[in-house]
Nanobody, 124 residues
């Protein structure tokens, strides 16, 4: 069993920055790729970023590439999402998730454990 707990969300003005953290339980954190997704009100959950198990490969959605950075610290069992140049359209609940494999993945169906989410609100 894996538990994922996100933190770091909040209210920020457009152009600002936030760093989300996701702390994972268990001793196998470094064995799996991790990802971040988000869900805005009235919209489906969408992929944001993913990182391989060693932290050497990353994939981003086109809407956040160049503004967001996903990293991980396997010694601390934590994955991060640094979000810069935030826009009102980034407003959503952000979820971290554990992948069943070792490489970055876009498809939600390849993730088997999810956190409870953290709210990010960007004001204009």
């Amino acid at each position: 069993q894996v538990q994922l707990v996100e933190s770091g969300g909040g209210l920020v003005q457009a152009g600002g920055s936030l760093r989300l953290s996701c702390a994972a339980s268990g001793r196998t954190f470094s064995s799996y790729a991790m990802g971040w997704f988000r869900q805005a009100p009235g919209k489906e959950r969408e992929f944001v970023a993913s990182i391989n198990r060693l932290g050497s490969m990353t994939v981003y959605s086109g809407s956040v590439k160049g503004r967001f950075t996903i990293t991980r610290d396997n010694a601390e069992n934590t994955v991060y999402l640094q979000m810069n140049s935030l826009k009102p359209e980034d407003t959503a609940v952000y979820y971290c998730a554990k992948n069943t494999g070792t490489v970055p993945a876009v498809q939600m169906g390849t993730y088997d454990y999810w956190g409870q989410g953290t709210q990010v609100t960007v004001s204009s």
